[in-house]
């Protein structure tokens, strides 16, 4: 296939694809050809017809009236010829003939005395010849019909319409009853053709302004039934963005007012639902919060205890009690468990309310790893493969948690050597410039049902071990930190065995933290806003009520007054 060939069928096959797009999702054009197709039909059927109906009419009648004078003519001038006329007599008749008010031409054909053909025409040598007649209709014309009670007449009058160069004609013939000539006669039937074609033309106009009317129609039409379904689309989007409060104009009792109402009965229980759900969210959050707050005091006196106990245990003197020193160690590593789930939990409500922030440094990629395996003791579990001065601008305390979450869960369900590999990807433009850590164990690797809940919080991989070491938020807290950042983790399992962590971090975190400042001061001056407005509610509720307990000490202290003045009258009465 040549280069031509391929062009040719590829911009047919876009041609095609784009006329299927603009056939399946226009709904304002199906409406517009289908209203428009129906139009031309019902036009071009009526117009058919009636040009049909007319062109008969036309024909019948002219055809008709030309047929009665010229059998007239037949039986009145050339009826009174002689048995055997003179070729100049048959001119003569002829030319009688054809002055008659249709204004035919007229052949005479009839036998001399010798038994010899003789014409004779209305138009001289150059007028109506014999030749110019059908060959079936003189056969018809000098065909002998048997004479019964039915037929009367041995010939009959034919006739027949004929083409020449475009131009219709009328060609009729009989024989004179009795003996005597036979007539042709030949009438030209371009008036009525002409007639006819601006009737065609005028019906095909009005067959175009009947489809424009129709287009015009169907767009009204459109436009009428479109509008609804297009405000129903707008509201749908804005309520999939997140405003509840979308409603729509309700006018009318058709299906598209019903189609309205219901839209607004669903955004209005939607909006209901989300709002108890963030509600008991909001409650919830509250919650842990407050019970996080709330355990970090007896939690600071417990840990100093066990700090104080901790070191009992560690010192030469022993003053410890052996029967009870693993229960001091058990109170200790519980203690410091405790400790940590109270900081998770308190740094997940920060997440979940919106509330954290990114304090930006400059960050030297390799050494922040090193520090980070260097305060937990894993230099010797922990294979580095980073390049120095590998810089970024992110937060250095949450990369040190992401760190610690990420290297620790290896270490503690893949074994070591855990492998933690940093490299940069090149970004277009070069703002979007990533950072990719890899923190790869040599473990069995994630179950491939696991995978997909790794990041879930509190997620226990097999419900007969509910009891373990973490806390179940290490990875979710990573996550979030990695999102702040504008990042993601992902997780797999290497084709070598083992499961891979792939932490991806922007180079610069500045303009996104600027971004979520941004957000964060439209939400505090949002929640400022809600906070001034239920104080105000709740001042002018206080205020109407004080009012009330005014009014209402008034109306009791005029009841006083008048019971009084009534007990005086009363007793006035007595005496």
């Known amino acids: 296939?040549?280069?031509?060939?391929?062009?040719?069928?590829?911009?047919?096959?876009?041609?095609?694809?784009?006329?299927?797009?603009?056939?399946?999702?226009?709904?304002?054009?199906?409406?517009?050809?289908?209203?428009?197709?129906?139009?031309?039909?019902?036009?071009?059927?009526?117009?058919?017809?009636?040009?049909?109906?007319?062109?008969?009419?036309?024909?019948?009648?002219?055809?008709?009236?030309?047929?009665?004078?010229?059998?007239?003519?037949?039986?009145?001038?050339?009826?009174?010829?002689?048995?055997?006329?003179?070729?100049d007599q048959l001119q003569h008749t002829a030319g009688q003939m054809a002055g008659s008010s249709r204004r035919f031409s007229v052949l005479l054909v009839a036998q001399d005395a010798n038994g010899r053909p003789v014409y004779g025409n209305s138009g001289g040598l150059s007028g109506f010849a014999l030749e110019d007649v059908p060959e079936s209709l003189r056969v018809a014309v000098n065909k002998r019909q048997p004479v019964s009670s039915a037929n009367r007449s041995p010939y009959h009058l034919y006739w027949q319409r004929v083409t020449e160069h475009g131009t219709p004609y009328l060609v009729a013939g009989t024989r004179v009853i009795g003996g005597g000539p036979t007539g042709?006669?030949?009438?030209?039937?371009?008036?009525?053709?002409?007639?006819?074609?601006?009737?065609?033309?005028?019906?095909?106009?009005?067959?175009?302004?009947?489809?424009?009317?129709?287009?015009?129609?169907?767009?009204?039409?459109?436009?009428?039934?479109?509008?609804?379904?297009?405000?129903?689309?707008?509201?749908a989007r804005r309520l999939g963005e997140g405003k509840l409060d979308t409603r729509l104009r309700v006018s009318g009792t058709d299906e598209l007012a019903d189609l309205s109402r219901t839209f607004n009965n669903a955004a209005e229980a939607l909006e209901k639902r989300v709002a108890d759900m963030a509600a008991r969210d909001e409650a919830s959050r509250r919650f842990v919060a407050d019970m996080s707050h709330e355990l970090r005091t007896p939690l600071t006196a417990i840990t100093a205890v066990t700090e104080v106990l901790e070191e009992e245990l560690d010192?030469?003197?022993?003053?410890?009690?052996?029967?009870?020193?693993?229960?001091?160690?058990?109170?200790?590593?519980?203690?410091?468990?405790?400790?940590?789930?109270?900081?998770?939990?308190?740094?997940?409500?920060?997440?979940?309310?919106?509330?954290?922030?990114?304090?930006?440094?400059?960050?030297?990629?390799?050494?922040?790893?090193?520090?980070?395996?260097?305060?937990?003791?894993?230099?010797?579990?922990?294979?580095?493969?980073?390049?120095?001065?590998?810089?970024?601008?992110?937060?250095?305390?949450?990369?040190?948690?992401?760190?610690?979450?990420?290297?620790?869960?290896?270490?503690?369900?893949?074994g070591s050597p855990?492998?933690?590999?940093?490299?940069?990807?090149?970004?277009?433009?070069?703002?979007?410039?990533?950072?990719?850590?890899?923190?790869?164990?040599?473990?069995?690797?994630?179950?491939?049902?696991?995978?997909?809940?790794?990041?879930?919080?509190?997620?226990?991989?097999?419900?007969?071990?509910?009891?373990s070491e973490g806390s179940g938020l290490g990875l979710s807290i990573a996550l979030n930190n990695a999102h702040i950042h504008g990042g993601d983790i992902t997780a797999a399992n290497s084709p070598d065995g083992g499961a891979v962590f792939t932490l991806r971090l922007p180079k610069d975190a500045s303009a996104l933290a600027e971004e979520r400042q941004e957000r964060g001061r439209e939400r505090d001056g949002k929640k400022d806003k809600k906070e001034r407005n239920r104080d105000r509610d709740r001042d002018r509720a206080k205020d109407e009520g004080r009012g009330k307990d005014e009014g209402r000490g008034k109306d009791e202290g005029r009841g006083k007054d008048k019971g009084k003045g009534r007990g005086d009258d009363s007793e006035g009465d007595v005496r």
């Open 1 to 87: 296939m040549t280069k031509e060939q391929g062009g040719l069928r590829g911009w047919a096959a876009g041609r095609k694809g784009a006329l299927s797009r603009l056939r399946f999702t226009s709904l304002r054009l199906r409406l517009v050809v289908v209203f428009a197709l129906v139009a031309l039909t019902a036009a071009v059927s009526a117009s058919a017809i009636a040009y049909w109906l007319n062109r008969e009419a036309v024909l019948t009648r002219t055809q008709d009236a030309v047929l009665r004078d010229f059998q007239q003519e037949m039986q009145n001038r050339a009826g009174a010829l002689p048995a055997h006329p003179t070729q």
């Open 184 to 235: 042709y006669m030949l009438k030209s039937l371009e008036p009525e053709a002409k007639d006819l074609n601006s009737l065609a033309w005028s019906l095909g106009i009005a067959t175009a302004l009947a489809l424009i009317g129709a287009a015009l129609l169907a767009q009204a039409a459109a436009t009428t039934v479109l509008k609804p379904v297009h405000r129903l689309g707008v509201a």
């Open 315 to 414: 010192s030469e003197s022993g003053g410890i009690d052996p029967m009870i020193e693993p229960a001091v160690r058990l109170v200790v590593s519980e203690t410091r468990r405790l400790n940590d789930l109270v900081e998770n939990l308190m740094e997940v409500t920060r997440f979940d309310a919106g509330t954290a922030r990114l304090v930006l440094d400059d960050v030297d990629i390799a050494d922040q790893i090193t520090a980070c395996i260097d305060a937990r003791a894993w230099l010797d579990a922990v294979e580095l493969d980073a390049e120095r001065g590998l810089h970024a601008r992110l937060d250095p305390r949450r990369l040190d948690v992401i760190l610690a979450n990420l290297i620790g869960n290896a270490l503690k369900h893949g």
């Open 418 to 467: 855990v492998r933690v590999s940093v490299r940069e990807t090149a970004g277009e433009p070069p703002q979007q410039a990533e950072i990719v850590i890899e923190v790869r164990d040599h473990g069995p690797g994630i179950p491939e049902d696991v995978l997909p809940h790794v990041f879930d919080r509190f997620y226990k991989a097999s419900a007969s071990r509910p009891r």
